[in-house]
Structure formats: C-alpha cells, structure tokens
C-alpha cells in the first residue's frame, strides 16, 4: 500500500511543481501588465527582470532533471564466478519474497547496501535491477547479518517500492537544481524553497513506511536477532569506516600517497579494533524521528521488528566474507574502479603510514621554521637556527607567538611541546627513526631496533640554554643530526587547505581584488575582471582545494544521506 501511496504522493507532488511555477509565471505576466499601465517601461523591467531571470532557472532546471540518467554507480559487478555464495543467497532470499532476483550485482565502497531498477512508463513496468552492496558490510558483519541486509533490500523490490525510483530521483532533481539558480534574495526562490520542503516531508514520510515494510522480510528470512544485530551494527561500522578514512586515509592522501590495500587495511583495523567497535555498536544513541530522515531510527525500527512474524532460521556466525570467492581479491579490483589515484605513489600499508606520518610532522615543523627564518633573518631555516635561539637566549622572545598571556621564560619552557616535534622530525630525517604502523592504536615512533622512541625528554632539556648541550649530547648518541632538518616548504600554500569563503572586488594598493579566504590564509587575485570569470575562479580554487582529499568515485548512499537531494534507488 505505501508503494502506491508513494507513487501517487510523488506524481502529484512533482504535477503540483510545475503547477506553482505556471502560476508564478502567470503571476509575473499579470504583474508586469499593471506596471507596464502605471509606470514606464524602464521601471516594469527593472523589477521584472529578477522575476523574469528566476523563471528561467526553473525551465533550465525542468530540462536538466528530464534529460538527466539515473545511472548505476561505480562498483565491481560481480559475476558467479567472483561471488557463487552471494548469488545463490540472493536468488534464494528473491524466491522467498516473491520477486524476481536482481540483474547484476555491484560490490561498491559503502557501509550499506542498496537496490534500484530501471523501470519504464512511469513505474508501471519493471526494469532491470541492480543490487549493491557494500564491501565493508561482507568484511565486517556475519552470515545471518547479511542475509538480513539482503532480504531488506529485496523486499523493496517484492513491495515495488523501486518502481518510481527514477521519477522520485527527477523530482528532487528538478527541485535541487532550480534552488540551485535562484537567488536566495528572490521572492520566487522563496516560494519554491517552502514547496521543496513539503515535498521532501511528504516523500520521506512514505520512504521511512517502506524501511518497516522491508524490515519485515529481515526478520522473516533471517530472525529477529540477526535483523536487529544487523541494524546496530551499522552506525558503528559507519563510524569506524569515517575513522578509517580520516586518521588512515586521508593524511598520506593529502602528501600524494595511496596505499596498495585500501580494503585490506579496512579489514585490518576492523580486527585491531574490535573491542572498540563492539562499544560503539552497544552503545549507539537514540534519537527521534525527524520529518527530513528517509529512514526511521534504528531504535524504532527494532521496535517495530518485536511484533513482527519471524521465521525459523538458524544462527550462522560465519564471517559474511565466505560469499565471495577471494575478498580480497575483489577488493584490489574494486579500489581499482572507484579511487583515482591520479599521480601518487603507492606504497604497502606499513611504508604508506611511516611517509604519511612523516609528511605531517614535516608541514608542522615547516610552520616553525619558516617562523624563525623570518625571525632571524636566515635563509633555508631549520631545526638548528631554533637550536641557535636557544643558545643565545632569545627563545622566549620567538616563542611569545605561540603562546597567549606568558612571560618569555614561561613561553620559552612551554615550547618544550613544539620542540618535540622538531626533534622527531631531525630523528626520521636523520633516518634513525620510523613510523611504525599500528591498527590497534596510533603510529608509534620507533627505533632501529623496533623499540619505542619518546623525545620528550630531550626536548625539555633543549628548550633551555644551560641544558641544551645535554641534549644535543644525547641525540649524538641517537644518531641524530639537527643540521639535516631543514625547511621543506619554504612558503606555506593553499595546498589541501579548506575554503571557507570569498570577498569579491576588495581594492589593494589601488588594484582590484578577489581575496579568496583559507582556513590558513587570504589569497588575493588581482584584476579578476568580469564578475562570471571571477565566479569561475572561485569555483576553480574550491576543486583544487577540495581535489587534495581522498574522494571514492561513486555518490554516497548511507542510513543517514548528507544531502536530502541526492537520493537515487533504495537504501538500508
């Protein structure tokens, strides 16, 4: 039932979009024939002009969604012969809800899975079907688990729930992108912002009905424990995966690096980390529904599951991994797809994390040494002109811009932290220290021995000049030389900075200016010229920004979307 009520909600919602941008422009043509009788024509344009503009988007807008493809995402398609244990599941499960198997499977890089069909007349007929799932989900959950996640997913093509997949996907698309051209000042824009809102709240309402509706396939199929299991383990999953990305991924990424395994390390960390994981899946909050989620919380999903009928199937704590001929395998395959490694270089995951590590404490130091460079006037500055301040009494007087509210003997003593990290930098430098990798905690600086290297000590000594021989005798006795540790990045640049904003026609020195705002600087464009091309520019920096971090080539489809207007087919 809630797939019709679905269907007609969306067909009438994405009537009714074209209903209010008819009446806006009639109401614009009524306008501008009262002007045109009260006032002259110079004036009717002026005001017009925005209305007229604004109507345009929404045509542009109207023309893009219909000629747009939902295309299937990025992914490896998997054959019998890569996956014979997930396709005789899935045909299983199909027959046990009552619909027909998918066409093709994709193994693709989320925590999640999703099914969508390419269906024709408006939904009325079926279409070929696609299944995906996520190689996190195989690596991480249980056979019962999985079996619940693919009777989920199959029973919103039992319920037809993907049957208007394509049209709900055009609606949210003409909608996003007539917002997207109207100005937010415009009294047009605000009309269609109050009707994309209640279309959205009248879609995910009938989207959150038909999560409960496949639910009860889960429970069915798999059992209430195992679909209940399944649901709390993905928001931890989630979280792991981010955490991944983040403090694994994303650091040597940013210094053109990619590591050989993206999934093997995933696998990794899910073993090194198990027992915090299980933490996250116990202790996963609550939250209430809101009028904007196209799913339930998983708490009121697993509520619903109690008065659910539930089969009779057995437990299988067998690792889901089990359905794929060579996980593995299948996971360099998939890397291969969806990451573009572009010109980095690819190293195993032990040599990745020791240069990712190395790479970051190198961009701190180089903060450091380009300040007392300017400082002391030196040029090529390095771990020995601080070495030098020291020695003669003038840290405090460096450090003060470190630190807030001190004396120059309390900033010289605080500068122990910051001197660490200068002496690490002089150790990995010297080639008597390494990042060792760790999938259980944080790299660890070791040394040649493999044994635990901590600096801090010696740190402290070197930030004062009567220890700082001491000190110096010491890293002598590690191997370490300070003079090899030297500025890399002689002026700091907007590489893998965030833009947070932009200023347009500032004068500097009498020259226009764009200034573009980093979260590390001001970059300042001069003579930018026409307000398009200045646009242009603008965009062009955010891509050259934002095309320094990790990105998998595939959109995401997640429990919880980022974006309420990129949705396309069905997600768990």
């Not at 909600?9 to 009524?30: D, E, N, P, T």
């Not at 049209?167 to 109207?182: N, S, V």
Request: with cysteine; net charge positive; charged share 20%.
């Amino acid at each position: 039932m809630s797939a019709t009520y679905r269907a007609l909600a969306s067909v009438v919602m994405l009537i009714g979009f074209y209903v209010v941008a008819l009446l806006q422009l009639a109401a614009v043509a009524a306008l501008g024939v009262w002007l045109f009788g009260h006032t002259n024509g110079l004036v009717t344009g002026k005001l017009l002009l925005p209305l007229v503009v604004a109507l345009g988007a929404v045509a542009v807008g109207l023309w893009r969604a219909i000629r747009t493809k939902n295309e299937p995402a990025p992914g490896l398609v998997l054959g019998e012969g890569d996956a014979p244990g997930l396709w005789a599941a899935v045909r299983e499960l199909a027959i046990a809800v009552g619909t027909r198997a998918p066409d093709e499977i994709r193994l693709v890089p989320e925590v999640n899975a999703a099914v969508a069909e390419q269906s024709r007349l408006l939904g009325l007929l079926g279409g070929r079907r696609t299944l995906y799932v996520g190689l996190p989900l195989l690596q991480a959950l249980r056979m019962d688990q999985l079996r619940s996640v693919l009777a989920h997913e199959l029973g919103h093509y039992s319920g037809k729930h993907t049957r208007l997949g394509a049209m709900a996907y055009r609606g949210r698309l003409a909608i996003a992108e007539t917002l997207e051209r109207i100005s937010p000042r415009n009294p047009i824009g605000w009309v269609f912002k109050g009707y994309s809102r209640l279309y959205l709240i009248v879609d995910n309402a009938a989207s959150r009905r038909q999560e409960l509706e496949a639910d009860r396939s889960s429970v069915l199929l798999a059992g209430p424990e195992a679909a209940a299991s399944a649901l709390r383990a993905l928001p931890a999953l989630d979280a792991a995966w981010g955490f991944f990305m983040r403090r694994y991924v994303e650091p040597g990424w940013s210094a053109d690096l990619a590591p050989d395994d993206l999934f093997g390390g995933f696998g990794q960390l899910l073993r090194g980390r198990q027992d915090e994981i299980a933490s996250l899946r116990e202790n996963a909050p609550d939250r209430k529904t809101s009028p904007w989620d196209t799913h339930p919380p998983i708490g009121v999903r697993i509520a619903a599951m109690t008065g659910l009928p539930a089969g009779a199937a057995a437990p299988d704590d067998r690792p889901a991994a089990l359905l794929l001929a060579d996980i593995d395998s299948a996971g360099k395959q998939l890397q291969g797809i969806v990451v573009d490694r572009g010109h980095r270089e690819v190293l195993p995951w032990p040599q990745f994390i020791a240069a990712a590590v190395a790479a970051g404490v190198q961009r701190q130091a180089d903060g450091v040494y380009r300040a007392a460079g300017r400082f002391t006037g030196v040029t090529g500055p390095g771990l020995s002109t601080v070495l030098d301040l020291v020695r003669a009494d003038r840290l405090g007087e460096f450090a003060e811009q470190y630190f807030d509210d001190t004396t120059r003997e309390e900033a010289a003593a605080r500068f122990a932290g910051p001197m660490e990290t200068l002496l690490i930098n002089a150790a990995v430098r010297s080639g008597q220290a390494h990042w060792q990798l760790s999938w259980s905690a944080p790299a660890q600086l070791v040394g040649p021995d493999g044994q635990p290297w901590d600096l801090a000590e010696i740190a402290k000594l070197a930030v004062a000049p009567q220890t700082l021989d001491v000190a110096l005798a010491r890293l002598v006795e590690l191997g370490v030389d300070p003079s090899g540790a030297t500025v890399v990045e002689g002026r700091v640049s907007g590489r893998n900075a965030d833009l947070i904003g932009a200023l347009a026609n500032i004068k500097v020195d009498g020259t226009e200016h764009d200034v573009l705002v980093l979260d590390r600087g001001l970059v300042l464009i001069a003579n930018p010229g026409s307000p398009a091309r200045a646009r242009s520019g603008y965009a062009s920096w955010s891509a050259r920004c934002r095309s320094r971090s990790w990105r998998p080539r595939t959109p995401s489809c997640r429990t919880r979307r980022s974006s309420p207007w990129t949705s396309s087919g069905r997600c768990r």
